[in-house]
């Protein structure tokens, strides 16, 4: 069973200071590692997508990739309340569709 | 804009009848799933298509059926509802090979009783 790890949370920043998300995976064979918002009872969002190893910045987000240590990271600046919400990591391994993380929790404090 | 529609939003029923949740996708993508999505477990996999007359079984595919008979549609049937089928159902697709990222789309949030 391919499993991607993440903690749960919840993850507490003070708003404008950086909010750092950590994901593990199994699957050595995985390529390809996506970041997702989720807000309380609405559908996950695609925040950042990431293929190759080092970083991938769009706005206030970072990416991080190392598939030698099987870890992804998710970045955010400049946290504002907006950015409180669940972040699943998502990874395509060798088999179909994505594997999924179970979420950290994020709450920006104002 | 092009978009991803699920529905019913959402839908109340009872053990042992079949249900079908509607997912329709405007963006012309090729590869379209099915996910279950339940507190402490995370989103799984149900079933996916590839293509017009193509699917395939997830990670959790027991008592679920979908059929891909055009691009935009892929229903997903409970033959016979059970209570541990109660959760909240995503759709998402996507075009190109399958590392390409999904895009969802808002949920069905299905109670059988």
């Known amino acids: 069973q391919k499993e991607v790890e993440q903690n749960s949370g919840p993850l507490s920043v003070p708003e404008g200071a950086i909010a750092s998300l950590n994901c593990t995976y199994s699957d050595r064979g995985s390529q390809s590692f996506f970041w997702y918002r989720q807000y309380s009872g609405k559908s996950p969002e695609l925040i950042m997508s990431?293929?190759?190893?080092g970083d991938k910045e769009d706005g206030r987000f970072t990416a991080q990739l190392n598939k030698a240590s099987q870890y992804v990271s998710l970045l955010i600046r400049d946290s504002q309340p907006s950015d409180s919400a669940t972040y699943l990591c998502?990874?395509?391994?060798?088999?179909?569709?994505?594997?999924f993380g179970k979420g950290t929790h994020l709450i920006i404090q104002p | 804009d092009a978009e991803i529609t699920q529905s019913p939003r959402h839908k109340i029923t009872e053990t042992g009848r079949q249900v079908t949740l509607a997912c329709h996708q405007t963006?012309?993508?090729?590869?379209m799933f099915w996910y279950r999505q339940d507190l402490g477990h995370g989103l799984r996999l149900i079933h996916y298509s590839y293509g017009v007359q193509d699917t395939n079984k997830g990670e959790v595919s027991d008592g679920y059926s979908v059929s891909r008979s055009n691009t935009e549609d892929l229903p997903l049937t409970l033959e016979s509802a059970a209570s541990s089928q109660t959760s909240v159902y995503f759709c998402?697709?996507?075009?190109?090979?399958?590392?390409?990222?999904?895009?969802f789309g808002d949920g069905t949030r299905l109670s059988i009783l």
């Open positions: 963006w012309n993508h090729n590869n």
């Open positions: 998502a990874v395509k391994g060798t088999a179909d569709g994505l594997t």
């Open positions: 990431i293929y190759s190893n």
């Open positions: 998402a697709s996507s075009q190109g090979t399958p590392d390409q990222p999904q895009h």
